[in-house]
Structure formats: structure tokens, C-alpha cells
């Protein structure tokens, strides 16, 4: 018997060896399929018609030429325009990105498409996922969805769904993780806690520790996190929060960034690994071109802030793509409160969301441009914010 109780005993203690090793290849094999994707990746997704655009028109009737070639990375618009002597001659507006999703696309197709990205986060590397588009285009379609509705719910509950199920696996091979969600508003290059009591006179300062790569922002609510249950509520908050500022300006949430940051740390027992990720989920402002000429007051420097802020993004890209030694973070707030998440150490995915409408021709036009922009940008080889 005692000879038996030795056997066994040495034979657990080898599996559990040889299952934190797997796992720590695994994580090195993950990443490496990641960096070969490219740590930059921009994904376009076609919304639907809604039965509220038709008018009682045909679908057809009302919507742009839209094709999708053999490939699921390609989408072609084409338009008819008049030429000096009148004859009708087709414009095409071919382009690619690294995924297009077709307006059928389900919130749980388009997830398993990302859901690599938020197993990174859990592996000790940050991840921002940003939505782009018009106001209409579906953004909060994508990121949060519909709420009620499983089939409907968007990318942000399912992320936290994910990591919950993840890091309950790793707890088998040592991993324990802490995780704690903040949820921010960028309106006018002024940050606002949406967690919190709804004063919008507080002021917030947006810091990095330049030692340990933290960012923090000043005054702001940190709900640390254990079931699904709880980040429900916190995102439920936060619905409550900027339908608030909605209604006291109107339509605020078109004219403001959102950013769901969700830190998760995690420390192995086994071979005492740490970990921190942090996974930011960015549903941003209408990317309209509003012109400026009309507007004045409160409305142009509303104009003037999601402009800025939006080219600031791209430039911090293209920045980061070109190895340029000044990143020009502080130019916005968005990009200064990402600054830790964006560049060497890190993954991005942007979602461009186009509206099918032919009366949004122009602005879908304006937004694959932008995004191809994005595209053409490379990150350097991701590291790893992880002490062994
Ligand atoms: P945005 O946040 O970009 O302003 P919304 O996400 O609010 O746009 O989308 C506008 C409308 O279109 C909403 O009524 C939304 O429910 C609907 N919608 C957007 N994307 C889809 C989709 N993929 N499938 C079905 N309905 C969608
Ligand atoms: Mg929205």
C-alpha cells in the first residue's frame, strides 16, 4: 500500500509539472500565432437594413452597391456617376482589410474572431479594441449589444464572460486572477467616471507610472470583480450614466468615447509567474464629418474635440507603425489614457462600422479610407508584461 501511496504521489506531482509546462507553451505558441496575424488588425462589418429604413421601399432600393468578392477579406462598393456628357459610368471602391463581415454576421461569429485577442489579455498583454464608424453605423451594436437578448449580446459581455470561464481553467495549472473594471467617458477632452455618482463637475487626471507601466486616472471608480453577475451591474451603471448625459445633451453618446478597461492580474502558485493584462474596449465617437463652418459654441467645440481625437488615433498609429521616436500620446486624451495599451507591448483590432444605406455612401467611403489607413500600419513585435 505504502509503496502504492509513493507511486501515485510521484505520478501527480509529474502530471501537474507537465501541465504547467503546456501551459506555458502554450501561452508562448498563442502569442507567436497572434504576432504572425499582425498586432494591428482592422475588421470591417456591414450592419442590416432596418425595417425602419425601408419606407416602404425594397431593400435594393434603398442601399449602396455592396459586393463581396470570393474572400472573406474583400469588399467592393460601386457607384453610378454622371459624366461632363451625361453618360452613367460606374465608380468602384475596392478594398481589404484582414476580415469583412457581411451584414448576416452573428455577434457570436464575429466574437470567435476576437475571442484570441481577449485569451492574450488573461496572458499577461494589453489589448484595446476599438469600434469606429458613423453614428448608426452599429458600434454599440458591436460592443455592447443587446443586453437581454443572448443571442444579441455584444462584444464587451462576452469578453467578460470568456475570461471568467479562461481563468477558472488556468486555476487547475496554479494561475489566480484578480480583475478590476472601470468604464469612462471622453467627452470634450474631459474624462468622466461613469461609475460613478454622476457629478459631472469632478475632475479626473489621467497618470502613468513610469516604473511599473500602470496608468490610473485620478477620482475614478475601480470595482474590483468575481462572478459575471457583478460586471452585468457595473455595465448597467454605466448605461444608466450616459443616458443621463444624453438626455442632458442631447445625443452625448455619439459625440463621446466610451472606454471599458478591464486590468486582470494573475499570480501562479506553482511557479510563482506574474502576469498583468489589460483588455480596453472602445466604442468611439460618431466619425461624421461634421462641418465646422455651421456650427458654433458648445456644437463646434464638441466638433473640434471628436475630430481631433479621431486623427489623433491614427497618427498614433501610423506613429508607432513607423517606428517614429516621438508618439504623439498627448494630443488627445483618448490616446493618453491608452498610451500603455497601444504600441510595443501591445494588440489592437478595430472594428470599422459601415452603414448599407446609399444615403451614407459618402461617410461609409470616408470610414474604409480611415481604416485602411489603419491597416497599412504594422506594430513591432509584441511584448509580454510579464516578471518570471
Ligand atoms: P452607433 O453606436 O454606431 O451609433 P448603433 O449600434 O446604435 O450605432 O446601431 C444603430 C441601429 O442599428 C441600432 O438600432 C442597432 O440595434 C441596429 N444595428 C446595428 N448593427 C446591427 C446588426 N449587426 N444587426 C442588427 N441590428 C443592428
Ligand atoms: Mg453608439
Not at 36 to 59: A, Q, Y
Not at 106 to 131: H, P
Not at 322 to 341: A, D, F, G, I
Request: net charge positive; charged share 25%.
Amino acid at each position: 500500500m505504502k509503496h502504492e501511496i509513493e507511486v501515485l504521489k510521484e505520478q501527480y506531482t509529474a502530471s501537474n509539472r507537465k501541465r504547467v509546462q503546456e501551459e506555458s507553451l502554450r501561452r508562448k505558441m498563442h502569442n507567436e500565432i497572434l504576432e504572425l496575424k499582425g498586432n494591428i488588425r482592422v475588421f470591417c462589418r456591414v450592419r442590416p437594413v432596418l425595417t425602419t429604413e425601408t419606407n416602404g421601399k425594397s431593400t435594393k432600393d434603398v442601399t449602396s452597391d455592396i459586393q463581396y468578392p470570393d474572400d472573406e477579406r474583400k469588399i467592393i462598393l460601386t457607384q453610378q456617376s454622371t459624366t461632363a456628357l451625361g453618360n452613367t459610368v460606374p465608380k468602384i471602391y475596392p478594398f481589404a482589410f484582414d476580415k469583412v463581415f457581411q451584414d448576416n454576421a452573428s455577434q457570436g461569429e464575429i466574437f470567435e474572431d476576437i475571442s484570441q485577442l481577449v485569451q492574450s489579455a488573461l496572458d499577461g498583454y494589453n489589448v484595446c479594441i476599438f469600434a469606429y464608424g458613423q453614428t448608426g453605423s452599429g458600434k454599440t451594436y458591436t460592443m455592447e449589444g443587446i443586453p437581454d437578448d443572448k443571442e444579441k449580446i455584444g462584444m464587451i459581455p462576452r469578453a467578460v464572460k470568456q475570461i471568467f470561464l479562461a481563468s477558472k481553467e488556468l486555476e487547475e495549472k496554479g494561475w489566480k486572477y484578480e480583475m478590476e473594471g472601470q468604464y469612462l467617458e471622453i467627452y470634450n477632452e474631459t474624462v468622466r467616471d461613469l461609475l460613478g455618482n454622476g457629478d459631472l463637475s469632478k475632475k479626473h487626471e489621467i497618470k502613468h507610472n513610469l516604473h511599473t507601466g500602470k496608468t490610473s486616472v485620478t477620482d475614478t471608480t475601480v470595482i474590483k470583480v468575481h462572478t459575471p453577475e457583478q460586471v452585468h451591474n457595473l455595465l448597467k451603471k454605466a448605461q444608466q450614466n450616459r443616458a443621463v448625459g444624453a438626455t442632458l445633451c442631447n445625443e452625448r453618446s455619439s459625440r463621446s468615447h466610451s472606454v471599458f478597461i478591464f486590468k486582470l492580474s494573475g499570480i501562479n502558485s506553482i511557479t510563482e509567474d506574474t502576469c498583468e493584462g489589460t483588455l480596453n474596449l472602445i466604442d468611439l465617437a460618431g466619425s461624421e464629418r461634421l462641418s465646422q463652418s455651421g456650427a458654433t459654441g458648445d456644437r463646434l467645440k464638441e466638433t473640434q474635440a471628436i475630430n481631433k481625437s479621431l486623427s489623433c488615433l491614427s497618427d498614433v498609429i501610423a506613429a508607432l507603425a513607423n517606428k517614429e521616436p516621438h508618439v504623439p500620446y498627448r494630443n488627445s486624451k483618448l490616446t493618453y489614457l491608452l498610451q500603455n495599451s497601444l504600441g510595443g507591448n501591445s494588440k489592437t483590432l478595430m472594428f470599422v462600422n459601415i452603414s448599407p444605406l446609399a444615403n451614407n455612401f459618402q461617410e461609409t467611403i470616408c470610414s474604409l479610407r480611415f481604416a485602411t489607413k489603419v491597416n497599412k500600419c504594422q506594430i513591432g513585435t509584441a511584448k509580454r508584461s510579464i516578471k518570471i
